[in-house]
């Protein structure tokens, strides 16, 4: 299993097998970074464009799409030329070989325009675990004091989500985080040093090679 980080919440997953899944390319991410990359399939977590964003869906073109009845909604008749999947919290998809688990997770206080669902997803592929916290500002979603995960990918920009105390004190309470990877700090870059110094102080895992 190869993660490649894109900006702000953006990842790309590539099996071993070849399949791609990709989850909230966003706004903050040009769509020429995105020339060459058709992935087979794609979700998104929430409709704020810095996750869900039409022009970086018909750049990349998935052959299915997952959203929650919120993005489908803004969608309307917007011609695209993926197959759409509606997806809902609680829902445990097969795409492919990759096992998905989406969980709801709490936006906190400060979202003016609060989206009805925002998902975490756990992933499970190729005999390893992600778990991808989402726009996570309060603990929320599944429990994981008895989760073992190979890679967590957490936010740390603060205001909308964990900031950095709240992410280290959260990825404390797994059972087992084997990578910790930052996310969604790409509008308060000097969150990501702060959370990398804590990191540090606790002696945990940070995946540099995934750090942009």
């Known amino acids: ?15 071993t097998s ?3 899944l990709m989850w909230d390319i966003g706004s903050y991410t040009a769509l020429e970074k995105l020339a060459g990359i058709n992935p087979d399939s794609m979700l998104v977590s929430h409709i704020h464009g810095d996750h869900f964003s039409l022009e970086c869906i018909k750049a990349l073109s998935p052959k299915v799409l997952y959203l929650n009845e919120e993005c489908i909604e803004a969608i309307g008749v917007e011609p695209l030329s993926s197959e759409i999947m509606r997806v809902k919290a609680g829902d445990e998809l097969l795409i492919d070989d990759i096992k998905v688990t989406a969980f709801d997770v709490d936006h906190g206080p400060n979202v003016k325009l609060r989206p009805k669902e925002n998902f975490g997803l756990f992933i499970e592929a190729d005999g390893k675990t992600v778990y991808f ?5 309060y603990e929320s979603g599944i429990e994981v004091s008895n989760l073992e995960a190979d890679v967590v990918l ?4 603060g205001f909308y989500t964990f900031g950095p105390k709240e992410a280290i004190e959260f990825i404390k309470k797994f059972k087992r985080a084997t990578n910790i990877v930052p996310i969604h700090y790409d509008n308060a870059p000097e969150k990501l040093g702060e959370f990398l ?3 540090e102080k606790e002696s945990l ?7 942009s």
Not at 1 to 15: D, H
Not at 133 to 137: E, R
């Open 1 to 15: 299993m190869k993660l490649t980080k894109f900006e702000q919440s953006g990842m790309l997953l590539e099996t």
């Open 18 to 20: 070849g399949f791609t």
């Open 133 to 137: 916290a989402g726009d996570m500002f």
């Open 154 to 157: 957490v936010p740390v920009g």
């Open 197 to 199: 110094a804590l990191a």
């Open 205 to 211: 895992p940070i995946d540099d090679v995934l750090v």
